[in-house]
């Protein structure tokens, strides 16, 4: 007669993975010498980049006279935006695997987080209402 | 008296179980069971781990997202009235477990405060730790196939 709460709560990679970045956009501007090395980086080795991750769209835009950005949208509906001034090649990948690597989720504190879990103790738990009553 | 007894009677019975004699019959046991719980080693660190759990461990360098790993040292598998203890280990033929890389992550920003009085010497310094995220699979008990 109650009813039961039919409720999924989300598992990535437990039986299925998927990627939770989708979208790569890299902005900088044609002409200034601070996207220089961004200019670099896509002339070289945008394609492979594109190769090795068929799921991520990758979008390249202008953004005249201002700094090189990247930016990643993620599954969630959460973006992360990470500026390439000053940064050098390897500086540049580094980044861009940062963002590949990340789900969308908020940074939030992971120390002491060593096991997080949705399932239901599979010895069960201790009730007072069912165990033998104290006896003093 | 009687109402003493009447509540000790169950106690007794579910202490009776027939005693497993051979691995095959304890995992029959644990298999007969809705869920189940594992007791891994995971680069160096124990953990108590059951299907869907998140698994959180500094980051693994050589390991891309989207990777699935296998568990190869399990130490116990256990259901709600059975427990199965390796020595020290589970032969990995008998329990499989997987877990998928689902991240690299960093953890929030740490600031570490350096002072040292009246000298003049302080520093901040600011770090997050790398982490890598698994997601643990199903606890697979296969049944042996005769040969």
């Not at chain 1, 990340?102 to 069912?130: C, D, M, Q, Y």
């Not at chain 2, 500094?58 to 130490?75: N, W």
Request: charge should be positive; proline fraction near 7%.
């Amino acid at each position: 007669m109650a009813s039961t709460i039919l409720r999924s709560r989300p598992a990535n990679g437990h039986a299925a993975f998927i990627p939770q970045i989708r979208k790569l956009v890299f902005e900088c501007c044609d002409r200034w010498p601070s996207s220089e090395n961004t200019r670099t980086y896509l002339f070289t080795n945008l394609p492979k980049l594109a190769a090795n991750n068929p799921h991520v769209e990758i979008v390249v835009r202008q953004r005249i006279h201002r700094e090189p950005i990247i930016r990643g949208f993620y599954v969630n509906n959460r973006d992360k935006v990470i500026p390439l001034n000053g940064l050098s090649l390897p500086e540049i990948t580094q980044k861009i695997s940062l963002l590949l690597d990340a789900s969308g989720a908020k940074i939030k504190p992971l120390k002491r987080k060593n096991v997080v879990s949705t399932t239901e103790a599979a010895r069960g738990f201790w009730s007072g209402l069912h165990a033998d009553r104290p006896v003093l | 008296m009687l109402g003493r007894i009447a509540r000790a009677v169950p106690a007794l019975c579910r202490s009776i179980h027939t005693q497993p004699t051979s691995t095959t019959a304890a995992l029959d046991l644990i298999r007969s069971q809705p869920s189940h719980y594992v007791v891994a080693n995971f680069v160096g660190r124990k953990y108590i781990l059951t299907p869907r759990d998140l698994l959180t461990v500094p980051r693994l360098r050589d390991v891309k997202v989207g990777d699935v790993l296998t568990l190869d040292e399990i130490h116990e598998l256990g259901s709600r009235e059975y427990t199965l203890r390796g020595n020290p280990t589970i032969s990995p033929a008998r329990v499989r477990v997987q877990a998928t890389v689902v991240e690299h992550t960093k953890g929030k920003m740490e600031s570490i405060f350096k002072k040292k009085r009246r000298k003049g010497y302080q520093k901040t310094i600011t770090h997050k730790q790398p982490y890598t995220r698994l997601r643990i699979g199903e606890i697979e008990l296969p049944t042996e196939t005769l040969s």
